[in-house]
């Protein structure tokens, strides 16, 4: 099914075996943590590297003295063979208490075509080895287009507390190159503000002036100096990883936009590229440091450095932040 009619399954039901996949990543972790949230457990994750039938098996199978849930989440870049999911499967039928949550990704190295294949017989094969067992989905997620983006953002504003248009919302999104899943990160930042979110409120926050740590770690990074002790300080402070680690993305998306306005216009407008005017101390060091990039080969060396990075991430790996930073210091003057 789609996400329309998995959001009307949901109205009514909760599933007991569910398997996401898709174009985005983002609504397929938003709609894992809804079933999560209906069930009112906390899951037990294994992500790719962590993943073994026995340990899988051994909470499904857990009996509560209160009834409780016992629910894990699965995310995984490569299908289940049929074995593991008949068990799986068995395990649900004989636990009336237990659920399963298979967040399937495109794997870096696997082309789009070989994905689609590879959920559409994963599916299949969840399916015929439910024998009967109800509550079984599959939920195919595409792109969020415009409106559903701002919806997004507009449920998230409104979780949080937070005031804001929709038009400032549009904004916000813009600034993350319509990443839906940047800009809600980028959005609790507001939760800060007393009152509605002006422009100006996106302008500072969103571009690093509200966190000396991060702008601390690109000065080091650009003036090719170590980052060591600062990324150690942020670590320490409790800093999120994967949050970093889109920072970096949203940076670099940035200052490529700068670094190809230039090559194409012989000149950097900052209103122009971004469709606002930045304050002058972020545009004039969007300037500078755009250019400090060797070439455009360097930006895609760092996109994909900044890929692997996130892949790693959520495979589970640690300590692996300093080495991408360091890596994407080579393609840096």
Not at 136 to 147: K, Q
Not at 274 to 297: F, M, T
Request: glycine content about 6%; hydrophobic content about 40%; proline content about 2%.
């Amino acid at each position: 099914m789609y996400k329309k009619d998995f959001d009307t399954y949901l109205a009514s039901r909760t599933p007991k075996a569910a398997l996401l996949y898709g174009e985005s990543d983002f609504l397929i972790q938003v709609y894992s943590k809804k079933i999560t949230n209906a069930l009112n457990v906390i899951p037990e994750v294994f992500y790719y590297a962590d993943y073994s039938l026995d340990s899988v098996m051994n909470i499904l199978t857990q009996s509560s003295l209160f009834g409780d849930a016992q629910v894990v989440v699965l995310k995984l870049d490569k299908k289940l063979d049929s074995k593991h999911l008949k068990a799986i499967m068995g395990a649900l039928k004989s636990n009336e208490n237990s659920a399963i949550i298979i967040e399937f990704y495109q794997a870096e190295n696997k082309p789009s075509a070989q994905y689609a294949r590879d959920f559409k017989a994963f599916a299949t094969s969840l399916h015929t080895e439910s024998n009967g067992l109800s509550g079984v989905v599959d939920v195919r997620f595409f792109t969020p287009n415009a409106r559903e983006s701002i919806d997004f953002l507009r449920e998230r504003a409104n979780s949080l507390g937070i005031f804001i248009n929709n038009q400032n919302l549009q904004t916000l999104l813009e600034m993350q190159n319509n990443d839906i899943a940047l800009a809600c990160a980028e959005l609790s930042k507001f939760s800060i503000i007393q009152g509605e979110v002006k422009r100006e409120d996106i302008a500072f926050l969103c571009y690093g002036l509200g966190s000396v740590g991060i702008e601390e770690l690109l000065e080091r990074i650009f003036s090719k100096k170590s980052p060591f002790l600062v990324l150690e300080k942020m670590l320490e402070s409790g800093l999120d990883e994967m949050g970093l680690m889109r920072d970096m993305e949203e940076y670099f998306n940035k200052l490529f936009l700068f670094f190809a306005y230039a090559r194409a216009n012989g000149r950097i407008e900052p209103k122009e590229i971004l469709g606002y005017a930045p304050p002058n101390l972020i545009s004039d060091e969007y300037k500078r440091r755009c250019l400090q990039v060797r070439s455009e080969e360097g930006y895609l060396e760092i996109f994909k450095l900044l890929g692997k990075w996130r892949n790693e991430l959520m495979q589970g790996k640690k300590s692996i932040s300093l080495q991408s930073l360091i890596k994407i210091q080579d393609f840096i003057r």
